[in-house]
């Protein structure tokens, strides 16, 4: 198991660069003001040939509702983040993560 990101000897352009590689993109004019971007990057915004692409959400886990909670919580701007109430509410949690809780709280 590995960190969603790193911050173990990176610039803060690698974490930039981590965070696009694993939600995606970022908003277009923000990728247009990261004069850093190139290091990373080609033009058309895919991985430079030679640097570590970090997985994907999708390759990170398995199950497609944590993969959409956590694709709406990297989003880039806060205002599209869900708030605790829409997190406690999702599939995963409701789901999968709150059962278990549940399950594991019995066995103590």
Not at 27 to 40: A, I, L, N, V
Not at 48 to 58: F, L, N, S
Not at 79 to 97: C, F, T, Y
Request: net charge negative; hydrophobic share 40%; glycine share 4%.
């Amino acid at each position: 198991m590995k960190a969603i990101f790193s911050t173990e000897f990176a610039s803060a352009d690698e974490l930039v660069s981590q965070h696009i590689d694993v939600p995606g993109p970022m908003p277009p004019s923000w990728w247009m003001h990261w004069r850093e971007r190139g290091q990373f990057f080609d033009d058309d915004g895919r991985p430079k040939e030679g640097r570590y692409v970090w997985p994907g959400i999708e390759e990170a886990f398995e199950e497609a509702a944590i993969i959409d909670l956590m694709r709406r919580m990297f989003a880039f701007r806060p205002e599209e983040r869900p708030i605790i109430q829409e997190v406690l509410q999702s599939d995963w949690m409701v789901k999968w993560a709150l059962p278990e809780l549940e399950r594991s709280s019995q066995m103590e």
